[in-house]
């Protein structure tokens, strides 16, 4: 097949494309298109594949993708040849701006994501990040390769400050929606074009008190080998994950926001 830009319709080069086994992500193979946005995957094993492109400054997408859908899954047959899978990349919108606290001063390592909402059948509502990124040494941060849309921009906690064992930080930053809100429905709606970008999305979040949980995984299968086990704890899309010895089973996750 080929990839081409959805709004002039001319080829992209250098777009990765990846072909995937259905339930086997370890397999896929990747390759690049050519001058003429061209890709092949010769010598296909028979089964089911997903097919993914993506390039720079351009929404990715799945093959068979419709607003925000699963894509569809290819069937390989022995000896088929399947042609024009066309791509139409939609060039990407960029959310910019900076995170300050309640001192106007640019906070570090903050992760930053852009938040869109979704109706399924019967009217409820979904709301699922589509890029984050963590802001720099001056508070600044960048969402590129958006989906024309509305968008919430929500600040959450700093990067790596809850995910290590031996942090004691009493403080954090409470989840914030832009400009300066912790509740989504006051929040202002960012709008973003596809190729453009929306600057000066700034967010201004205050420090709040942090909290652990803690506890003891019982392993109720008795073995003689040595096992591990991964716990986690979700808020608002973001999970926190720890690693946990059945020597013990005790672990601690810190650094939680109310």
């Known amino acids: 097949g080929r990839v081409l830009r959805a709004d002039t319709g001319s080829p992209l080069t250098k777009a990765v494309v990846t072909l995937s086994p ?8 990747s390759t690049r298109t050519d001058g003429s946005g061209a890709f092949d995957f010769q010598e296909v094993p028979p089964g089911r594949y997903q097919l993914r492109a993506l390039r720079s400054g351009f929404v990715p997408l799945v093959y068979g993708q419709r607003s ?37 001063e640019p906070v570090e390592r903050l992760q930053v994501q852009a938040v869109r909402l979704r109706f399924l059948p019967g009217g409820r509502q979904v709301a699922s990040a589509v890029q984050s990124a963590a802001t720099d040494d001056l508070g600044n941060y960048r969402l590129a390769a958006l989906p024309k849309g509305f968008y919430y921009v929500q600040a959450g906690m700093t990067t790596g400050s809850a995910v290590a064992p031996s942090s004691f930080i009493t403080f954090s930053y409470a989840p914030t929606y832009y400009p300066r ?24 979040v205050a420090t709040t008190q942090t909290y652990s949980v803690s506890g003891m995984i019982i392993d109720s299968a008795p073995s003689s080998r040595r096992r591990t086990f991964e716990i986690g704890i979700t808020r608002g899309g973001g999970t926190v994950y720890t690693h946990v010895d059945r020597d013990n089973g005790f672990f601690t996750l810190r650094g939680l926001t109310p």
């Open 22 to 29: 259905e339930g086997r992500t370890p397999g896929s193979i």
């Open 68 to 104: 925000g859908g699963p894509g569809l899954m290819l069937t390989v047959g022995p000896g088929q040849l399947l042609q024009k899978l066309d791509f139409r990349l939609e060039p990407g919108g960029v959310i910019s701006g900076a995170v300050r606290d309640e001192d106007n």
């Open 181 to 204: 809100t912790t509740v989504r429905d006051e929040a202002q709606r960012v709008q973003v074009s596809a190729g453009g970008e929306t600057r000066g999305v700034d967010v201004w």
